[in-house]
């Protein structure tokens, strides 16, 4: 018989990233909400791009840092960080670094929840009886599907997004790969703001981030949400059939 060591022995120890994760939220909910803002932003854009021109690898190393830790301990200003990513890079490659920043940051929750709680529950779930397996079995029947909708809905919040792939067994270059493909549409939208934001200072305004839901917008986002679930509208046709 072989004792066990380390996090088998003391299961809290595999749940201490999520945790960690969940209380720095907490925290940073009440502590950085008035830090990570578009006043903030206004107040500071001549020194961010002053800083950006004289070093412009080193601020997108430390952009994109930034933009992970703000996702991965799901902290306030992750919409203010893409706008500051358009605002710094442009459109474009200001999209790129701003879904690199929010993949790399989705990954690290996704680990943490399913080293914490994911892969218990998966098994739960594959050994479960009645509802609670047929929901697992329709997942596993329809990842890619399911995980595209998740990211492309805008109703369904990212840290919500991140935490469900973890609970039902997701490998990770599923979770990645739709992940960073997903969050584009949405993504491009808010970094495009951003990048108009010097005109938008310049009139003394708060950018517009209700743009999303605009019909010219949302349709099309929609419309590729709908093509994520063609697959699976297809395969419960033909079960009918």
């Known amino acids: 018989m072989t004792t066990p060591t380390g996090a088998e022995a003391y299961p809290i120890l595999k749940r201490l990233p999520l945790i960690t994760i969940l209380s720095v939220a907490v925290i940073g909910a009440f502590t950085l909400r008035d830090y990570l803002s578009f006043e903030m932003l206004a107040a500071n854009r001549e020194a961010l791009l002053g800083f950006r ?46 879904m690199t920043g929010a993949t790399l940051g989705a990954i690290a929750i996704f680990l943490a929840a399913r080293w914490g709680l994911g892969d218990r529950l998966a098994d739960r779930m594959e050994h479960s009886d009645g509802a609670v397996k047929r929901i697992k079995e329709g997942i596993d029947e329809n990842q890619w599907s399911v995980l595209f909708m998740i990211r492309l809905v805008p109703a369904v919040p990212f840290f919500i997004a991140n935490l469900i792939p973890a609970f ?17 549409p949405g993504g491009l ?44 509208v297809l395969k419960l046709v033909r079960k009918g059939a």
């Not at 979770?175 to 584009?184: E, K, Y």
Request: glycine share 12%.
């Open 53 to 98: 021109d004289a070093n412009y690898l080193l601020t997108v190393l430390v952009f994109v840092l930034a933009y992970v830790v703000i996702v991965a301990f799901s902290l306030p200003g992750a919409t203010i960080a893409t706008l500051t990513g358009g605002f710094l890079f442009a459109t474009f490659p200001g999209v790129l670094f701003n």
């Open 189 to 232: 939208v808010y970094t495009s703001v951003g990048a108009g934001l010097g005109e938008v200072f310049a009139r003394g305004e708060a950018p517009d981030l209700g743009v999303i839901f605009e019909p010219h917008v949302l349709l099309p986002i929609l419309g590729l949400a709908g093509l994520a679930a063609l697959p699976m």
């Open 168 to 184: 039902v067994g997701v490998p990770l270059h599923r979770f990645a790969i739709s992940t960073f493909l997903g969050i584009i």
